[in-house]
């Protein structure tokens, strides 16, 4: 019975200090998401967008929620700029700041799925336009205690296209994996 004691104080102190271990890292690994997003991504703007929206959640605005000022600081010398998604208006043919009217794109990072302590798979995207977005999975590590993207795996991408003989863009439904990619 000594034993026993000491050794359940023991796992519920080693469990509650690696949940808030976790639990500090979520921001870290937005953001090694979200700049990943901010270099590889399937938009036709890419880096010549003039502003970048974030959000947490999934792309449906009634599923997702501003960063905070926080963690907003983490971009303040990001070119382009960076915003949150409420100051953006979304519309079929795109994504404007509601008080400047840049061209900007929106990026998500959603659900983390803890694998290990130094292993988590993330849940994003982007949205362009009508036919312009992604959704994607995106498989980060730890390493020299810094998180990077390791692999990606695109689920669906939207985009406009046309084909010959056709009048107008059509949806294009696409799958795969992406890896390898150094931060």
């Known amino acids: 019975m000594k034993l026993i004691l000491p050794l359940i104080a023991f796992l519920s102190f080693t ?24 270099r590889k991504n399937a938009s036709s703007l890419k880096e010549k967008a003039q502003v970048y929206f ?19 600081r983490r971009f303040l010398d990001n070119k382009p700029r960076v915003s949150k998604r409420s100051k953006s208006i979304e519309s079929p043919e795109g994504v404007k700041d509601m008080t400047t009217g840049e061209t900007g794109l929106v990026f998500n990072v959603g659900a983390i799925e803890w694998i290990s302590d130094e292993e988590v798979q993330v ?6 336009a009508g036919l312009s977005a992604s959704g994607n999975t ?12 390791s692999t990606e795996k695109m689920h669906w991408i939207s ?7 056709q009048a107008g863009p059509i949806n294009v439904v696409l799958a795969g994996v992406r890896k390898g990619f150094a931060p």
């Open 15 to 38: 469990l509650v200090a690696s949940a808030t271990d976790r639990q500090l890292q979520i921001d870290e690994i937005r953001e090694a998401t979200f700049r990943f997003l901010f």
């Open 54 to 72: 974030l959000t947490f959640g999934e792309l449906a605005q009634t599923q997702s929620h501003d960063p905070d000022d926080a963690f907003m």
């Open 123 to 128: 849940s994003g995207g982007y949205f362009e």
């Open 138 to 149: 995106y498989h980060l590590i730890k390493k020299k205690g810094v998180w990077v993207v």
């Open 159 to 165: 985009r406009a296209s046309r084909m010959p003989k």
